[in-house]
């Protein structure tokens, strides 16, 4: 099986977030057959984490198994492979895979694969990773950055904003309060205030993601609420403060899902370019699997769209750099 046949077999394997049994089963069982010791860690259900490794791992790649929906099947032509997975991240994990079976065959040890369930919703497969015992040092995490070393990850606050009003009959709006317009200015002043900007991470972005709200269109409406994700350079509580201080009492603010921003180590010696990147990772999750690099092909662009694809080019160079990148690990050989 070429690396091309691998990617396709695991896309085939439909892994939307929360149904990945199927998928940690052919890993783990591929992996297994290939050489290399396998255990796995049951997150829920029978979605499991595949640990795989040569020796005592110091270095370790990982990725996540999962997809966002909705599940797209694998196509090809002679230069990219398409379908849900592509990129983010089951062709990154073939590339990887195929780099820890090349550094195999040159008989070097102490490599892991770790690859996890869950990314895509909540990390709860990265979570429960960090509990297995291991010494590794490093930990190469694979995602699309078009073949970058990623020196820095945005962090991720997620807040759900409700407004609360008085119904009323919508001849007579001036009986009630509207939820929807005090929902409305809160979310304009959101998009009108100057947020947070880095030197090095570049400046805090958000998404309005959902709006919902009211009853009926001749109701006033008495409730609305909003999801809005932000893509943080400061402190996560600094952060929720300066929400707190937009929203200034005229909204409920619930924090959901956070990450905090990342600093990545980079390899020494080794020709690749350098990135900020604005996605969050598993890598927040892992923090006892050692020093955390982030490096993959593919871009996130196409990542989570109808389109999705990796050129088979950037696959197999991406062989290349993972081994590269783990025998100068090996080796000791980093910078932060």
Request: glycine share 8%.
């Amino acid at each position: 099986m070429d690396i091309f046949q691998f990617t396709r077999e695991l896309m085939e394997v439909e892994s939307i977030s929360w149904n990945e049994g199927a998928a940690g089963r052919w890993l783990r069982d591929y992996l297994a057959d290939a050489g290399f010791e396998v255990t796995t860690q049951t997150v829920s259900d029978d979605r499991i984490n595949v640990f795989a490794r040569l020796g005592d791992p110091a270095v370790t790649f990982s990725s996540h198994m999962d997809t966002v929906p909705p599940f797209i099947g694998f196509s090809e032509d002679e230069k990219n492979i398409y379908g849900r997975g592509a990129c983010d991240a089951k062709g990154v994990i073939a590339a990887q895979v195929f780099a820890a079976k090349k550094l195999k065959d040159e008989g070097l040890t102490n490599i892991g694969l770790l690859y996890l369930v869950g990314e895509e919703d909540g990390s709860d497969g990265a979570k429960a990773a960090n509990s297995i015992p291991n010494s590794n040092r490093f930990l190469i995490n694979g995602e699309p950055t078009e073949s970058h070393q990623a020196v820095a990850t945005k962090g991720a606050l997620r807040v759900v904003i409700e407004t609360k009003g008085r119904t009323a009959h919508s001849a007579y709006p001036e009986l009630g309060e509207s939820a929807i317009e005090k929902l409305l200015d809160v979310l304009n002043d959101i998009r009108r205030h100057d947020w947070p900007v880095d030197a090095e991470l570049g400046p805090t972005t958000y998404n309005i993601g959902t709006i919902s709200g009211g009853r009926k269109p001749n109701v006033v409406p008495d409730f609305a609420a909003s999801e809005v994700m932000f893509r943080i350079v400061t402190g996560i509580e600094e952060m929720f403060r300066m929400i707190a201080e937009v929203v200034a009492g005229r909204a409920e603010i619930k924090r959901g899902f956070t990450i905090p921003m990342i600093h990545t180590h980079t390899v020494k010696g080794i020709d690749i370019p350098t990135s900020v990147v604005r996605f969050g990772t598993d890598i927040p999750c892992l923090t006892d699997w050692g020093a955390p690099l982030l490096f993959g092909p593919g871009s996130i662009h196409d990542a989570h769209t109808s389109h999705e694809y990796i050129a088979k080019q950037d696959l197999l160079n991406a062989v290349e750099t993972y081994a590269r990148m783990a025998r100068a690990l090996l080796s000791q050989q980093t910078t932060q």
